[in-house]
């Protein structure tokens, strides 16, 4: 059994910034790519980063700059920094970690339940 749980996640004045964690915890042997989404009230839910395992990273345009996505892989962590954040930030944020499955000997998405970002002006 696995699971993500993020945190970090709470109420921040535009121009702050928040640093986000997503521990993934059970019997883990290896996590391949791993990814932090956000949706937005009303909204689809959007990709903002990736980070692979040997630490290769892309962002959003819309965080490009502002967000740094890390991991530390000894701690089967990962991190997302968010810097001079926005209103139109504010949304629920996920983690998203592809983690070997023993009973599967393949690789399987897995979702945290989130962790709400909520940005004022």
């Known amino acids: 059994q696995v699971q993500l749980v993020e945190s970090g996640g709470g109420l921040v004045q535009a121009g702050g910034s928040l640093r986000l964690a997503c521990v993934a915890s059970?019997?883990?042997?290896?996590?391949?790519?791993m990814a932090w989404y956000r949706q937005a009230p009303g909204k689809q839910r959007e990709w903002v980063a990736t980070?692979?395992?040997?630490?290769?990273?892309n962002y959003a345009d819309s965080v490009k700059d502002r967000f740094t996505i890390s991991r530390d892989n000894a701690k089967s962590t990962m991190y997302l920094q968010m810097n001079s954040l926005k209103p139109e930030d504010t949304a629920v944020y996920y983690c998203?970690?592809?983690?070997?499955?023993?009973?599967?000997?393949?690789?399987?998405?897995?979702w945290g339940q989130g962790t709400l970002v909520t940005v004022s002006s």
């Open positions: 059970g019997t883990i042997y290896a996590i391949d790519d």
């Open positions: 980070i692979a395992n040997r630490g290769t990273t």
């Open positions: 998203n970690a592809d983690i070997f499955d023993v009973h599967t000997a393949g690789y399987l998405g897995h």
